[in-house]
């Protein structure tokens, strides 16, 4: 038995070793991979080497976990993990992920629908504890975008030094289009089939789908409406034979 391990570690050692350095020196952070093609892989805080000239994640915390579907369509992902028990899902389906940063706190819970596409993007949940950020299926974002569910600082009341900017959750709903140089902050939520017009920042809930959010702060300026990928030329061409969602 003794020789068998002593074989075993001869022939193994550099993965074994690889696991051991990941696990214990990263903390038990983990990240996951689902290639389109064949089974998961686990890998204990670190990259598959085909992916790391695209994957960058920094760990300074504990027990942190990646879950990344078909990581082939991600261009350029970082991640950094400023805290504790955080999560990041980013589902399957990916279009196409293009500069997206992710920062995160402690306990803080970030997840990406299938389907998704983006250019470029800042999602920070950076110096808050226990909230979220969730983003539905099927949504198209452009650049200069940044999502956030606190302010990064305290803002209080001077007599009884009570919190006024508190934390809160982010809600994207599914097929949303966000325009470029959009800001979603804290509380925010953006109903299914909506389009955030370019510029926009959005500050609070609404609950109307189907909708045109504009302006700052952003409001509805249009109800009734839905959109698609296709460019007005394409979608013209052949409107009668696509399928929409009701």
Not at 55 to 66: H, L, R, S
């Amino acid at each position: 038995m003794k020789y068998k391990v002593l074989l075993f570690l001869k022939h193994n050692n550099k993965k074994i070793l690889f696991y051991i350095n990941q696990l214990v020196y990263k903390n038990n952070n983990s990240v996951t991979f689902f290639p389109k093609s064949s089974a998961a892989r686990l890998f204990g805080g670190g990259i598959p080497h085909g992916y790391r000239k695209k994957i960058k994640i920094i760990y300074c915390g504990q027990n942190n976990y990646v879950e990344i579907h078909e990581p082939r369509n991600i261009k350029s992902l970082n991640i950094l993990f400023l805290g504790n028990n955080n999560r990041v899902i980013i589902k399957k389906g990916i279009n196409i992920i293009k500069n997206m940063d992710i920062y995160c706190g402690d306990s803080s819970f970030v997840s990406i629908g299938k389907m998704f596409s983006v250019n470029e993007i800042l999602i920070s949940t950076q110096r808050t504890s226990g909230y979220k950020i969730t983003i539905g299926n099927d949504c198209l974002f452009s650049r200069g975008l940044v999502i956030r569910n606190g302010d990064g600082h305290t803002i209080f009341d001077e007599k009884t030094k009570g919190i006024l900017n508190q934390p809160e959750n982010v809600e994207i709903g599914n097929h949303v289009w966000i325009a470029e140089s959009v800001k979603i902050l804290k509380g925010s939520k953006i109903p299914d089939n909506c389009v955030v017009g370019a510029g926009a920042i959005v500050t609070k809930k609404f609950s109307e789908p189907n909708c045109i959010l504009a302006g700052i702060p952003a409001k509805v300026i249009k109800t009734g409406i839905n959109w698609h990928r296709f460019g007005t030329e394409k979608f013209e061409k052949y409107k009668d034979s696509l399928y929409f969602n009701d």
